[in-house]
């Protein structure tokens, strides 16, 4: 099936309170153009040279996020565009993206990662590190970045009943967190969680932001 037409049977079936980041890594940009014609405007890549020749050659009004596991020294190259960071998985590279930040006067959207998965591989913070961090000093200096909710990637499986566990106790620690040190900030609000295999279970959970890939663009190569 088209692009197109995998991307508006997707559309068709979000609630409305869930945004869909079109996950273009691998993809050309005559790929990307595809989807933007139907109207889709936000891109999710997860490596920073991708995303840096893609911002060049595609229409500015397109929101760019970046998914992938962010190193701190190439923070500088997107926090001119980027619009949102989803995978703030350290401290220090939190402090990075603010100094970045400030150097180009912009305040920017990030999300900390939580690990949640049963894979090793998979990066984030665990509950307890995340609490210390938004408590610590360092943190709370930050003026260049605006937290906007958490982000987290179930265990790869088709185990159904573990990833909706995983789902599960992320949105809790995610209502959790959001009482306890944001309730003054409307803006921590999102909760990234589902990819192509796992949406409708992440959805389910309380999903706002779902990163979906192979469902609309194909195997990646
Ligand atoms: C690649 C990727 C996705 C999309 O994966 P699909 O299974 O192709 O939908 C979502 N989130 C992250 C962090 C990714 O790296």
């Known amino acids: 099936m088209s692009i197109s037409l995998q991307l508006q049977g997707i559309l068709a079936e979000l609630p409305h309170n ?5 996950v273009s890594k691998f993809h050309p940009a005559e790929d990307i153009l595809e989807a933007y014609d139907v109207g889709q405007r936000i891109f999710g890549e997860s490596k920073v040279q991708e995303l840096c020749a893609k911002y060049e ?14 190193q701190s020294n190439k923070v500088k190259y997107i926090v001119p565009f980027v619009s949102l960071i989803h995978g703030v998985d350290s401290l220090k590279l939190l402090l990075e993206i603010d100094r970045q ?13 939580l690990h ?11 509950f307890g590190e995340c609490l210390d961090l938004v ?39 995610f209502n959790d967190l959001q009482a306890s040190h944001f309730s003054q ?12 295999e796992d949406y409708l279970l992440a959805i389910a959970q309380g999903s706002t932001m779902v990163r979906i890939g192979s469902k609309i663009f194909g195997q990646r190569n």
Not at 57 to 70: M, N, Q, R, S, T
Not at 101 to 113: G, M, N, T
């Open 116 to 126: 949640i998965a049963q894979e090793e591989t998979k990066f984030g913070f665990s």
């Open 135 to 173: 408590a610590s000093d360092e943190f709370l200096a930050c003026r260049n970045i605006e937290i906007c909710g958490l982000m987290g990637m179930a265990s790869n499986t088709d185990d159904e009943l573990l990833a909706i566990e995983e789902f599960k106790g992320l949105a809790a620690f």
């Open 185 to 196: 900030q409307e803006s921590f609000k999102e909760l990234s969680i589902g990819m192509s």
């Open 57 to 70: 050659v595609l229409p500015k009004d397109i929101a760019w996020h970046f998914i992938g596991h962010l």
């Open 101 to 113: 930040a400030k150097k180009c006067d912009r305040k920017i959207a990030v999300l900390l990662q």
């Open 18 to 22: 869930v945004r869909l980041v079109a």
